[in-house]
């Protein structure tokens, strides 16, 4: 059974810094596209940082610049680097896996993270 398990999260002071990271278990294959949403409480989930078959990766607007993708394809892993943090990314992170080609989407289960000012 394939499962993404987030950890990282935590509570941290407005400026701080967090890395939230994401492990693949029940399997060792790839998927094409890996990415962190987030969902606010009364918000939809949206994404944050998108890896895939993109030459780079992608970002949204509100954290171009302060958050970092990265991939590690040996461990499998997937993290995110989260540095001048602001209030308004308090959420709860997702980790989300995607194989067109397996025809497989997966989710984790979400890590908390609160900023405070």
């Known amino acids: 059974q394939v499962q993404l398990v987030e950890s990282g999260g935590g509570s941290v002071h407005s400026g701080g810094s967090l890395r939230l990271s994401c492990a693949v278990s029940?399997?060792?294959?790839?998927?094409?596209?890996m990415a962190w949403y987030r969902q606010a409480p009364g918000e939809s989930r949206e994404v944050v940082a998108r890896?895939?078959?993109?030459?780079?990766?992608y970002y949204a607007d509100s954290v171009k610049g302060r958050f970092t993708i990265s991939r590690d394809y040996a461990k499998n892993t997937l993290s995110l680097q989260m540095d001048s943090l602001k209030r308004e990314d308090t959420a709860v992170y997702f980790c989300?896996?995607?194989?067109?080609?397996?025809?497989?989407?997966?989710w984790g289960q979400g890590t908390q993270v609160t900023v405070s000012s």
């Open positions: 890896s895939g078959s993109e030459s780079s990766p």
């Open positions: 989300f896996a995607w194989s067109p080609r397996r025809n497989v989407v997966y």
């Open positions: 029940g399997t060792t294959d790839s998927f094409e596209v």
